[in-house]
């Protein structure tokens, strides 16, 4: 199935410890590039991240925003400093002693000075942690997905529309090439028979001259290429992998099979529907560059 390099998806979770967060947003890009913003925190989780969605997504410059917040404060811990301490009631007993002061050290006095109490994060469980944003991520990336596949169905409309489109103009290439060939025999005789009045004209000369002019203006193994190249776009949509790149260099082929008929062709009616091709054919090559 065709997916669209354009989607978004967004997902979240909240649990007693741990709400979590995942947005991803994508554009066109020949290839597969990922930025991810992460809490500083939880930078471990970038190359996992990456891992994941290369597994799942082949092309497309892809933003990933992932938010984190600890619902609780288990996991703060807050440690004395005894041996600052120690050193602050030392020089508080000495101060009092030395100038006859009133000693009224107390435990919240010395919570005062710098360094004496200090808070403290546990070390995280990062395979926790991943499991938890690993499901928010897989629901993200499921509605992210779906996304490029709505616009995917809607870009192989557009595109088997055109294909269709070309395939009727060169049933008409194909059924004006041997017109041409027709008129310029009659054009040829016409020119002659003026030139030589009454004289005879070598009929087996004519024919040879038409020949000659049928082989040089004869589209038809462009147009049975051309045909195939379209057949073969069409079918990709049925397939399960990226499509993308393979369907840019078909179009490229399309484009110069059209090229050839227009170049070989010494008809203005048929190069007048050669250059409606060429239109169609941009038009596609342009929706494919959205194509995954």
Request: glycine share 4%; with cysteine; net charge negative.
């Amino acid at each position: 199935m065709a997916r669209s390099m354009t989607g978004f998806g967004r997902a979240q979770s909240e649990t007693d410890t741990l709400f979590v967060s995942v947005e991803l947003k994508s554009v066109n890009h020949r290839y597969f590039e990922l930025y991810s913003r992460v809490p500083r925190t939880y930078g471990f989780l970038d190359e996992k991240i990456k891992t994941y969605l290369q597994g799942r997504v082949a092309r497309g410059k892809i933003e990933c925003n992932v938010t984190i917040e600890a619902m609780d404060s288990d996991d703060v811990v807050v440690k004395v400093n005894h041996s600052l301490a120690k050193a602050y009631v030392d020089a508080l007993t000495d101060l009092s002693e030395t100038y006859g002061l009133k000693s009224d050290i107390s435990a919240s006095t010395l919570t005062r000075f710098p360094d004496v109490l200090s808070v403290h994060k546990e070390e995280a469980d990062e395979d926790a942690i991943w499991e938890a944003v690993k499901g928010v991520l897989e629901a993200a990336t499921d509605n992210f997905i779906a996304m490029r596949e709505r616009e995917g169905l809607k870009l192989r409309d557009d595109i088997c529309g055109r294909a269709d489109a070309i395939l009727e103009k060169v049933a008409f290439v194909e059924s004006r090439s041997p017109e041409t060939v027709r008129e310029y025999n009659e054009k040829l005789k016409a020119r002659i028979a003026e030139l030589l009045g009454d004289t005879t004209v070598d009929e087996a000369r004519l024919l040879q001259e038409a020949a000659i002019y049928a082989d040089k203006v004869a589209v038809d193994e462009e147009t049975v290429r051309l045909r195939s190249h379209i057949e073969q776009l069409k079918d990709m949509f049925n397939a399960d992998e990226a499509i993308g790149r393979k369907m840019d260099f078909l179009v490229q082929e399309i484009n110069r099979e059209a090229n050839t008929i227009g170049s070989k062709a010494s008809d203005f009616e048929i190069n007048k529907v050669v250059v409606d091709i060429k239109a169609e054919v941009e038009k596609i090559r342009e929706q494919v560059q959205n194509i995954e």
